[in-house]
């Protein structure tokens, strides 16, 4: 049987972060997978995640199964932290995740139970993932506009007159904040302009938010999805802690449905729970004790926000050394936008040629997209960078 399976092409992020293992170099720098890494080249655990860790071992005495939506109070915690006061409990359902990627899986699922056939819009570009597991479950795609090469900043006017083509109960799925690939990402004003859009479309906003608080902070990051869900009948909200609590290997996501009343957030849980339970049964929970407990006391909260907030503005004084960087070594201010996007990733607009020409000639290794990750450098390789992208003629 096995003789039948074909081949699988290699994830592009996932392969380079192996091409970048094998590389002997030992000047070789990571721009690839979207990981934090602070000065010193670690992603280390958060102090709040290990003074979570050490209570729970102390205090917890079963690991017997939670339920299939995982522990309610978790939910609650993290869903309270994304949607702040517009967090309304009678009209939310809510399962953990197995990772945000879970809550995508699971989310793309739902709507593929509940109006089969349905078209999901996704920006062009977006997180390759995105488009791999809506291949892998067969459903309908169309891609709008988001990112001008040119500007380097969102193409509003394509978006908007792409989402003017979305059909009444199509799915649109977005990226809650730091957009994944391109960091250009939408103003407080144009989330308005599309939650009006969408609505008078009758579509379903599907947010992926996997990176609230490397932006603009907790609460401005979240603005867009909270706008949403203020002005929305329904939508459904994809959430990752793998970033934003540095907990990647312990799979913690949250999927939410927002429903229009409370009948109905009943048989979205209903469903949500029987996904759950069909793909893997009960979620993981290490991660989400670990999220519920740091939200849950107010010391752990604030030194978790207090760490969280230094990554922040670690990645942003990064964004604007290389943007200055750049402008002394191009003579130009052509690479400003570097400083303008927000989130871990920037799309530089090199040519794949570039992108080659910077892992062979100088070992430094970004998605052939030319996305880099702002969190793979430090003060002493953005120097060496900026260098190197303008060595090779971008
Ligand atoms: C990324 O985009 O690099 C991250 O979300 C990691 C991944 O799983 O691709």
Same mark, same amino acid.
């Given at each position: 049987m096995l003789e039948n399976l074909k081949d699988q092409p290699a994830d592009k992020i996932l392969a380079l972060m192996q091409a970048f293992r094998d590389d002997p170099r030992d000047d070789?720098?990571?721009?690839?997978?979207?990981?934090?890494?602070?000065?010193?080249?670690? *992603?280390?655990?958060?102090?709040?995640?290990?003074?979570?860790?050490?209570?729970?071992?102390?205090?917890?005495?079963?690991?017997?199964?939670? #339920?299939?939506?995982g522990d309610p109070a978790y939910a609650r915690a993290l869903g309270g932290m994304i949607l702040g006061d517009a967090a309304d409990w009678d009209r939310l359902a809510a399962v953990a995740t197995?990772?945000? *990627?879970?809550?995508?899986?699971?989310?793309?699922?739902?709507?593929?139970?509940?109006?089969?056939?349905? *078209?999901?819009?996704?920006?062009a570009p977006t997180w390759p993932n995105h488009l791999s597991i809506l291949r892998h479950l067969n459903m309908p795609m169309r891609d709008y506009h988001y990112f001008d090469d040119a500007t380097r900043e969102v193409d509003f006017d394509g978006m908007l007159a792409d989402l003017a083509k979305v059909g009444r109960g199509d799915a649109v799925l977005l990226h809650g904040c730091c957009h994944n690939p391109t960091g250009a990402n939408l103003t407080a004003e144009q989330w308005a302009q599309v939650a009006d859009l969408l609505a008078e479309k009758?579509?379903?906003?599907?947010?992926?938010?996997?990176?609230?608080?490397?932006?603009?902070?907790?609460?401005?990051?979240?603005?867009?999805?909270?706008?949403?869900?203020?002005?929305l009948p329904q939508m459904l909200i994809a959430a990752s802690c793998s970033k934003n609590f540095g907990i990647y290997r312990e799979r913690t996501g949250l999927l939410m449905a927002l429903a229009e009343d409370a009948g109905q957030k009943a048989l979205a849980q209903t469903n949500l729970a029987h996904l759950n339970r069909q793909n893997f049964s009960f979620p993981p929970d290490h991660?989400?004790?670990?999220?519920?407990?740091?939200?849950?006391?107010? +010391?752990?909260?604030? +030194?978790?926000?207090?760490?969280?907030? +230094?990554?922040?503005?670690?990645?942003?004084?990064?964004?604007?050394?290389?943007a200055d960087e750049l402008r002394q070594r191009s003579n130009s201010d052509r690479f400003d936008f570097l400083a303008r996007h927000r989130?871990?990733?920037?799309?530089? #607009?090199? *040519?794949?040629?570039?992108?080659?020409?910077?892992?062979?000639?100088?070992?430094?290794?970004?998605?052939g997209d030319s996305r880099m990750n702002i969190a793979g450098l430090n003060a002493q390789t953005v120097p060496v960078l900026a260098r190197a992208i303008v060595d090779v003629g971008v």
């Open positions: 070789k720098i990571d721009l690839g997978v979207g990981v934090y890494r602070n000065a010193a080249g670690v *992603t280390p655990v958060m102090r709040a995640v290990k003074a979570a860790e050490k209570r729970i071992w102390e205090t917890q005495e079963t690991k017997a199964y939670t #339920g299939l939506a197995p990772g945000g *990627t879970g809550a995508i899986r699971q989310g793309l699922e739902l709507i593929g139970m509940a109006a089969p056939g349905a *078209t999901v819009w996704v920006s009758g579509a379903m906003p599907f947010i992926d938010i996997a990176y609230q608080g490397f932006g603009d902070g907790l609460d401005a990051d979240a603005a867009g999805v909270r706008l949403l869900a203020g002005r991660g989400a004790r670990l999220v519920q407990t740091i939200l849950g006391d107010a +010391d752990l909260r604030a +030194d978790w926000m207090a760490e969280l907030e +230094d990554v922040r503005t670690g990645m942003l004084d990064l964004r604007r050394q290389l989130g871990m990733f920037s799309r530089l #607009g090199a *040519t794949p040629a570039q992108v080659e020409a910077l892992r062979r000639d100088h070992g430094i290794y970004m998605v």
